[in-house]
């Protein structure tokens, strides 16, 4: 991590020795999280960014530090994978934050005031950087890519109002609620894995843009569970100890908005509790929701299961494993596959359901 090798002078090094120590009492964890050679690049990069503010303030140049910062963000979100943007982000802003406390020792008068306009700057311009990560190109193909895009800015932020207040915007838009789900909640979701997959960001974050994606679903529960009825019943599950169960509970929460009476039974559902459910709530229609493909065996097993005890019933499928095979559904016991919700909710209008 060390950068270029600096002549600093006793005052600066004097200077960076306490904004080091100071650096780990307020962060104490990052003794076990940075090894030696970090901890010494960390020292080292101290003293070569209080010799670049110098720099920047005796040539009054406003834009020199903050582009620096950027680089510098950027380079250490490369160098220190264990570390996320956004922590990374966080000990950035601790540290200009230890900068700010810090640079009276060094500057004074105009001096000084110039510094810590650099400083705080370069607080702003590394908090946006957070967002600067590229994102793939099926996340900007189909519909609402903006929103998608500023949605999932705000999840990368963890600014959770402003997240759910760009779908409560949307909404009130005049977007229809289906394309909220599959064109900007589903495909978020996704870029949200690829980013995971990728390693740009942690499982915490990729917890937390699943948790308040589900608060931004919770929203609409209200319309949602108002609609004129249809009197027909879906059950819908997640099969073996599947925990993906965003998609199932679109699924539900569709047919729920279009009149259907929804009984979702969410993650992990095991064989029998699955009959004794649909046995129970004697649904027309049951969807199996499949995400990774080591469940699409036991799926296999619930359907025939069910056509079995219950001939009449329809039975779908759909879930991530099944876009990856080969049309395997076809083989099954099953009437129907579809890769978006919205396609089951219009098969059972061309199936005579409603
Ligand atoms: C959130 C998430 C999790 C969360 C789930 C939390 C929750 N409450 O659901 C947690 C942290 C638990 C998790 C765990 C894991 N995950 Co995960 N996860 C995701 C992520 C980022 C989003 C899933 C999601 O919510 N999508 C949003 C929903 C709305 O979309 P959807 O599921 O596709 O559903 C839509 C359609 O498919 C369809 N649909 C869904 N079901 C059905 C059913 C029927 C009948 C029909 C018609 C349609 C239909 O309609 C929905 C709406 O459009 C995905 C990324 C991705 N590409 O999906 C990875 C992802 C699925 N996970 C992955 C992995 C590897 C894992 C773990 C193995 C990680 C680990 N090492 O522990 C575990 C496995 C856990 C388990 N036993 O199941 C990989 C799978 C890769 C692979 N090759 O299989 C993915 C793809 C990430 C990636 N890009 O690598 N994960």
Known sequence: MGLLSTGADPKIRSLAQQVYQRHFMLEPKLEQIYNDQQKESMYQDILYNLDYLSIAVKLRDDSLFTDYAVWLYELLCNLMKQVNRSRMKDQMVMHYGLLIESVPVLFEGEDLSYALMLLNRAIDATVKAVVEVQFSDPFFTGLHTDLRKAYLEALLLSETRHALHIIEEAAASGIPLV????????????????????????????????????????????????????????????????????????????????????????????????????????????????????????????????????????????????????????????????????????????????
């Open 179 to 354: 394309e909220i789900y599959e064109d900007i909640l589903q495909p978020t979701m996704h870029e949200v894995g690829e980013l995971w997959h990728q390693g740009k960001i942690t499982v915490d974050k990729e917890h937390y843009c699943t948790s308040t994606t589900q608060m931004a679903l919770a929203q609409f529960y209200k319309e949602v569970f108002s609609q004129p009825r249809k009197n027909r019943t879906i059950l819908t599950s997640c099969v073996g100890s599947e925990l993906h169960e965003m998609g199932g509970r679109m699924l539900s929460d569709l047919f729920e908005y279009y009149g259907w009476d929804s009984v979702y039974l969410g993650a992990a559902v095991p064989k029998n509790a699955l009959l004794s459910a649909v046995e129970a709530h004697h649904p027309d229609l049951v969807a199996l929701s499949v995400t990774m493909p080591q469940h699409l065996p036991l799926c296999h097993e619930m359907a025939m299961a069910l056509r079995e005890r219950f001939p009449t019933i329809k039975i779908a499928v759909g879930g991530r494993a099944f876009s990856v095979t080969n049309e395997l559904w076809r083989k099954w016991p099953v009437d129907v596959y579809t890769q978006r919700a919205k396609d089951l909710v219009e098969w059972t209008r061309t199936e005579n359901f409603s």
